[in-house]
């Protein structure tokens, strides 16, 4: 069944304990905050270009683990890189979240494959996925994401009571 | 198959004395409670629940998010497959067999949920699709007819989401006001300020009967007689009260009462509102269509007598009639001895929790159903939710559609275990193992 066991490793829970680049940024280039409103998570994501490069980048935020160790990982996987390089990354981290990505083929996923489980567990996609849609906003220069946009590739109403 | 024990059996029982009263056991101690209720068989039980043999992932299926939504027994299953298998046909319309017994079959089922509340007329009993719809059945119907700008609406701290947003869109229509109860740190309504609320302006209160955060049970006797005093209307929203107290209308005096048939061992898609004759007499229809009405022309429509000027179209005939099948069900077992057997529950498994470092409880109320909110220091509830669902542990995680509860208590959210009569004591304990498992993951 589902290989989400998987999915609270040591490296995930690591992450979440001692997050990576978290904080503020002094005078940010780009900005944006994400909101989870069906857990009312947010999180908060600025960076500095350098040209074209990301030489610069914190988060902070109230989230779950999942989200804070997906948060934590995404700034040290997109600093140095350039801008579109960062895009290529979101793309395919939202394409293996949403179990669309074919893990066997190349790809610049490395370490974050920790996260392909999430896909067997709908209500914490939007976990995984929401600092990467910051990230997206931030580079856009969008004031705020919610993975409760019409982007949102997992957009569905998750019940309640 | 779930190892489990019976509530009779457990030797593991040494939960502390709490009032009880409310649940109508008068008994002090919990000790002799449990015997006085012995024919109380909940593996008898049990073995009516054909889910609850399911394994999650190898796993017994423990399933403790009663107050999202309980589960079905075997004859009301039954009863569903009956209907469809030999008497469905629409209803209030044709002269042929089918369409004569499921007709009789629905206003049956209607009968039934009229003695289970002890409602004095069954016209009273309008089947809607369940709370929610139920409320804003009230909203158009009442509200938007009697409720004029300047007027006030109250409403408590604890309400669902259900019964704040149809009123907040009835205040934005009509400027009429809402006014909010607070709550004091143990989840429980300040009826002082409650009462303080009251002004000439004021037309309606509306009060969840036991709180779905936080198992908080409200005085609402008490609050619908000072209401009646001042002249004000009372909806009292019974989702979570209707499944595990016997209700009586009558004695609450309440004016509406709404509850959903999935929280009460029925179906989704199909609850009621209560509503007294006298006044669902003069509101006006909440939708318009067949069957509630007694005749149409382009030039003028009359409208149906109560239950059916509020049921137009066709209604969930199958639902309805399971959900009749339902309640006959729990009073078989009995309100009150399920309300002790819950009791008991929550007793056992507070008990525990509260001795458990890092684990804080949200709604320490006197009077409580068997809901317990909680949080766990450092992890997420989402987290918790996961990571006890691995062990076959159904929670719920997150602001319960209660936010401004979750706001008062300055959580984003809570993890919720909520009982059923059919919960054991053994399932309490594998709660509170997997809260400790959760822990050391995160430790």
């Known amino acids: ?161 | 198959m779930i190892a489990v024990q019976t509530a009779l059996a457990s030797p593991s029982l040494s939960a502390p004395v709490l009032r009880s009263s409310v649940l109508g056991v008068t008994t002090a101690s919990w000790m002799p409670a449990m015997e006085s209720f012995a024919p109380f068989d909940v593996e008898r039980i049990r073995a009516d629940f054909p889910i609850l043999q399911l394994q999650i992932d190898g796993k017994p299926l423990v399933y403790l998010d009663n107050a999202a939504s309980s589960q079905m027994p075997q004859p009301v299953i039954a009863r569903l497959v009956r209907y469809q298998t030999a008497e469905h046909a629409n209803i209030h319309r044709a002269v042929h067999y089918l369409s004569e017994t499921a007709t009789a079959e629905y206003e049956a089922a209607r009968r039934k949920l009229q003695r289970f509340i002890n409602a004095p007329d069954e016209r009273e009993v309008i089947f809607t699709s369940g709370t929610t719809d139920a409320i804003n059945l009230v909203m158009h119907g009442y509200g938007r007819k009697f409720i004029k700008a300047g007027d006030e609406i109250i409403l408590t701290t604890l309400e669902h989401h259900s019964n704040i947003v149809p009123w907040q869109m009835l205040a934005e229509e009509t400027g009429a006001q809402i006014r909010v109860v607070p709550i004091n740190d143990a989840g429980e309504l300040l009826i002082d300020e409650y009462e303080n609320l009251f002004n000439e302006r004021t037309k309606l209160v509306g009060v969840l009967h036991v709180s779905n955060a936080l198992g908080t049970i409200n005085p609402i006797k008490q609050m619908i007689a000072f209401a009646h005093d001042h002249g004000v209307r009372v909806l009292v929203d019974g989702a979570q009260a209707a499944p595990h107290l016997a209700v009586d209308v009558q004695d609450l005096d309440c004016d509406f009462y709404a509850f959903s048939g999935h929280k009460l061992c029925g179906p989704t898609g199909i609850g009621v509102l209560y509503g007294k004759a006298d006044l669902l007499e003069k509101m006006q229809p909440f939708k318009g269509g067949g069957d509630m009405i007694l005749s149409v022309s382009f030039e003028k429509t009359t409208y149906n007598t109560i239950p059916h000027k509020f049921e137009a179209g066709t209604p969930p005939i199958a639902a309805a009639i399971a959900l009749g099948s339902a309640v006959d069900y729990l009073s078989a077992i009995g309100m009150d001895a399920i309300a002790a057997h819950e009791h008991a529950l929550l007793s056992y498994a507070t008990a525990q929790m509260v001795e458990m470092p890092g684990v804080r409880l949200i709604g320490t109320a006197k009077n409580k159903a068997a809901v317990i909110s909680f949080t766990l220091d450092g992890v997420h509830p989402h987290d918790v939710g996961t990571l006890l669902n691995q062990e076959g542990i159904a929670v719920r995680t997150g602001h319960h559609c209660a936010q401004p509860v979750m706001t008062r208590f300055k959580v984003p959210a809570t993890s919720r275990a909520s009982f059923a009569f059919y919960n054991t004591l053994a399932e309490v304990d594998a709660l509170v193992a997997g809260i400790r498992s959760v822990q050391k993951v995160f430790a």
């Open chain 1, 1 to 161: 069944m589902a290989n989400y066991k998987a999915l609270y490793q040591e490296v995930i829970l690591d992450h979440n304990k001692k997050p990576r680049n978290y904080g503020t940024l002094e005078n940010a280039s780009h900005h944006a905050v994400g909101h989870n409103p069906l857990c009312g998570d947010h999180i908060s994501v600025a960076l500095n270009l350098d040209g074209e490069s990301v030489c610069a980048i914190a988060f902070e935020g109230e989230s779950c683990a999942i989200c804070k160790a997906s948060a934590s990982m995404m700034t040290v996987a997109v600093k140095g890189k350039t801008h579109s390089d960062a895009e290529i990354l979101i793309q395919e981290f939202l394409a293996m979240a949403t179990g669309k990505l074919d893990l066997n083929s190349p790809n610049h996923i490395g370490r974050l494959a920790v996260f392909a489980g999430v896909c067997d567990l709908p209500t914490r996609v939007k976990c995984a996925i929401l600092p990467w849609h910051t990230l997206h906003a931030a580079f856009n220069s969008v004031a705020s994401a919610s993975t409760e946009a019409d982007a949102d590739p997992m957009h569905a109403p998750i019940g309640n009571a």
